[in-house]
């Protein structure tokens, strides 16, 4: 499993990847804009509804995103 810094990692890829900034995606979803500030120096953990937001936004499994699994398919 990732540590916060590998999963802020993993988020900011994930932003890369869709074209859009972490920003953008904050505020889609509601969540912090601090998020992976916080993540980055362990202030804070990503709680479950946050990850399976993340998840869902991006269309990747949560255990892709905090490293279980190598393959992003949500149907594996």
């Known amino acids: 499993m990732l540590d ?3 999963i802020s990692a993993k988020i ?3 932003c ?3 074209g859009i900034t972490v920003k953008y995606m904050t505020e889609k ?3 912090s804009r ?6 980055e120096k362990n202030n804070q953990y990503l709680k479950s509804n946050t990850l399976e937001k ?3 936004f991006f269309d990747v499994s949560m255990d892709y995103i905090v490293g ?3 393959n992003p398919d949500i149907n594996k």
């Open 12 to 14: 900011k890829l994930l």
């Open 4 to 6: 916060n810094k590998e």
């Open 54 to 56: 993340i998840a869902v």
């Open 29 to 31: 979803l509601n969540i």
């Open 68 to 70: 279980r699994t190598d």
């Open 34 to 39: 601090n998020l992976i500030y916080d993540l």
């Open 16 to 18: 890369k990847q869709k």
